[in-house]
């Protein structure tokens, strides 16, 4: 099975500027969620999709958003960017039928803002 | 308060030296307590998981509910294991795709 694929790898951005982050899961895994990596804050959960509902968030602002379609791709987008949103954005894809669900996560996408 | 800690941020230990990581949490709910790593240049994998109670490459991790304890363990470590080691939680009757990591620690083994 391919992996989790997150695009794009990179991506540089200006304050005040959105931004769309993508995440296709492993086929067949209806879960997504999403993660943001940073030295300070290491890893803070986002939020989580299944079925194209958001099912959980963490705590962030509004800014952060996200959706999930019907194929359970996911999307994630930052409005208004502000020079800390600067991190390694990853999203992470899981089997619920498992009954040890375990997250796959995919390599990440690094946001800059300037 | 959810929170998952690990006191150590980098430890360094000589090739077949025991290794211990440390990892504390607090949690009011059910929680399902996991290991992932993530070597260099690679994406972040789950090492273990205390449900299925596996030893992987030869670590192993006990749950301690006493201490809120759940220490990741190795008798003879190996250059290959150095690495980022993250400890988390999740709920796993309510939020299982919710993950809460600790800071991570980074293992460094020396020939």
């Known amino acids: 099975k391919a992996g989790v694929t997150q695009t794009p790898r990179y991506l540089i951005k200006t304050r005040g500027q959105q931004v769309t982050l993508s995440c296709s899961p492993i086929?067949?895994?209806?879960?997504v969620s999403w993660y943001q990596q940073t030295p300070g804050q290491g890893l803070q959960f986002l939020f989580e999709?299944?079925?194209?509902?958001?099912?959980n968030k963490g705590n962030f602002p509004g800014r952060f958003s996200g959706r999930q379609f019907s194929n359970s791709r996911s999307e994630m987008n930052v409005s208004t960017l502000e020079l800390g949103d600067s991190a390694l954005y990853l999203c992470?894809?899981?089997?619920?039928?498992?009954?040890?669900?375990?997250?796959?996560f995919g390599p990440g996408t690094r946001l800059t803002v300037t | 308060a959810q929170r998952v800690t690990q006191p150590e941020k980098l430890l360094s230990v000589f090739k077949g030296a025991p290794v211990e990581l440390k990892c504390n949490y607090s949690?009011?709910?059910?929680?399902?307590l996991f290991w992932y790593v993530q070597y260099s240049r690679q994406r972040l994998q789950l090492l273990l998981r205390h449900i299925s109670r596996e030893s992987i490459k030869g670590f192993t991790a006990d749950l301690n509910k006493g201490e809120t304890s759940f220490h990741l363990k190795k008798p003879f470590a190996q250059e290959e294991d150095s690495a980022m080691y993250y400890c988390a939680l999740s709920d796993i009757y309510n939020q299982g795709g919710k993950l809460i990591f600790g800071q991570g620690t980074e293992l460094s083994v020396k020939p």
């Open positions: 999709y299944f079925s194209e509902t958001q099912r």
């Open positions: 086929s067949g895994h209806r879960s």
């Open positions: 949690y009011s709910g059910s929680p399902e």
């Open positions: 992470a894809s899981r089997f619920l039928r498992e009954v040890f669900y375990e997250q796959y």
